[in-house]
């Protein structure tokens, strides 16, 4: 079992930046790929960035490529998401999630399928 708390989301002009966390429980964290989602109101839950358990591999979204940056510290349990130059489009609700799951591996960490554990999410509000 994982637990998963964001933190680091709030209210920002376009152009600026934030930084977003996720500590995780549990001494497995270093087993679990990990992913950040978004879901804008009145829009599906998608893909935004993922990292693999060492942190030697990422993959981001076209439209955030650039932009954010997904790091992780396994010795601090936490996933961390860097968001720069942001623009009103990004405003969403943010959601980091967690797997073991081989599939991840496979190809498909832009799938919300793949991931066991979630956090509850954190507001990201970007004004134009």
């Known amino acids: 079992q994982v637990q998963l708390v964001e933190s680091g989301g709030g209210l920002v002009q376009a152009g600026g930046s934030l930084r977003l966390s996720c500590a995780a429980s549990?001494?497995?964290?270093?087993?679990?790929?990990m992913g950040w989602f978004r879901q804008a109101p009145g829009k599906e839950r998608e893909f935004v960035a993922a990292i693999s358990r060492s942190g030697g591999s990422t993959y981001y979204a076209d439209s955030v490529k650039d932009r954010f940056t997904i790091s992780r510290d396994n010795a601090k349990n936490t996933v961390y998401l860097q968001m720069n130059s942001l623009k009103p489009e990004d405003t969403a609700v943010y959601y980091c999630?967690?797997?073991?799951?081989?599939?991840w591996g496979a190809g498909n960490y832009y799938y919300t399928a793949t991931y066991d554990y979630w956090g509850q999410g954190t507001q990201v509000t970007v004004s134009s």
């Open positions: 549990g001494r497995t964290f270093s087993r679990n790929a």
């Open positions: 999630a967690a797997t073991t799951s081989w599939a």
